[in-house]
């Protein structure tokens, strides 16, 4: 049973920075596998980014320039590390493994004026 969770939310206000984790377990760990979601209130949910076999994936031009995506096999872990941050980031952000489509619970982000 593959099992995934985030944390690393919380409240900032516009400008600041959080790092969000990603945590899995189960019998192997391929970080290629695993994406990052986002979704606002009254929103469906988008793609933030992911680990591709030659580098880092993107959302579009909202957080492309901002927000990077690094892991650690060690950990079995999958970091995505927000910069620059602004209201219109706020939401829900999710985790799934993609290889075998398990999600996790989702992290709250809060970005104040």
């Known amino acids: 049973q593959v099992q995934l969770v985030e944390s690393g939310g919380g409240s900032v206000q516009t400008g600041g920075s959080l790092r969000l984790s990603c945590t899995t377990s189960g019998p192997t760990f391929n970080p290629t596998c695993i994406r990052w979601f986002r979704q606002a209130p009254g929103k469906e949910r988008e793609v933030v980014g992911g680990?591709?076999?030659?580098?880092?994936?993107s959302g579009g031009d909202s957080v492309k320039d901002r927000f990077t995506i690094s892991e650690d096999v060690s950990k079995h872990t999958l970091y995505l590390q927000m910069n620059s941050l602004k209201p219109e980031d706020t939401g829900t952000y999710f985790c799934?493994?993609?290889?075998?489509?398990?999600w996790g619970r989702g992290t709250q982000v809060t970005v104040s004026s």
């Open positions: 799934v493994d993609t290889c075998s489509r398990v």
């Open positions: 680990v591709e076999r030659a580098g880092t994936t």
